[in-house]
Each structure stands twice: as C-alpha cells, then as structure tokens.
C-alpha cells in the first residue's frame, strides 16, 4: 500500500521490509533528518538510544504518533525524550 502511495504521489523512495530496530540499530551515526516513529509503543523507550544517536544532531526531527492518544502506554519514551539535554 505504501509503494502504491508513493508512486500515485510521484516519490521515489527506497521501501525497506525489515525489522525497523535492525535497522535503526545498523544505521550510522546522524543517518536520518526525520524519523516517523509510529511502531508498537512497547518498543518505543527501546528504540531511544539509537533514535537519537541516528537523528541528525544539527535539526534532525522526530515525530511519534500516539503520544496523546496513548499518552500512559509511552510514559517511559517520552520521559526519556524529556530527560534528554540535546
Ligand atoms: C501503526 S501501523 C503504521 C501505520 C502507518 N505509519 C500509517 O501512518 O499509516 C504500525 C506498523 O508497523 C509495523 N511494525 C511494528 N513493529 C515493526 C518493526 N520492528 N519493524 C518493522 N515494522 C514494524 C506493524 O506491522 C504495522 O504495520
């Protein structure tokens, strides 16, 4: 469905069916401008240390989806987003 969007809006993107942690884990330093979090909150806290060791350090954005839908289930993730000087 994805790939069907993309191509309707005329993006190319490279579409990865992988475990997303592997790949977060397998990514250079400062790989991403943005980060689309939007997986099992579970998983979340987890992912934080290579969310932000991925993110570009100069502007790179994230943005995680049911933090105010969910807000109890992502408690731990955004105190750790909270906690995090940079
Ligand atoms: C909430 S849906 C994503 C919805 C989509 N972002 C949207 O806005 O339409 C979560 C999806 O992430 C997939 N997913 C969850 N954990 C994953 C992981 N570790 N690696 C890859 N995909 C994962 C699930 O299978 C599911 O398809």
Do not use: C, K
Request: net charge negative; glycine share 6%.
């Amino acid at each position: 469905m994805a790939a069907a969007n993309l191509e309707r809006a005329g993006l190319d993107a490279e579409l990865l069916s992988a475990d997303a942690g592997q790949v977060l884990r397998d990514a250079p330093d400062g790989a991403w401008d943005l980060i689309f979090l939007d997986a099992e909150r579970p998983a979340y806290a987890g992912y934080w240390p290579d969310l932000l060791r991925t993110l570009r350090p100069d502007g790179g954005l994230l943005a995680v989806d049911n933090v105010l839908s969910h807000a109890d289930e992502v408690a731990e993730f955004t105190a750790l987003v909270e906690a995090e000087p940079s």
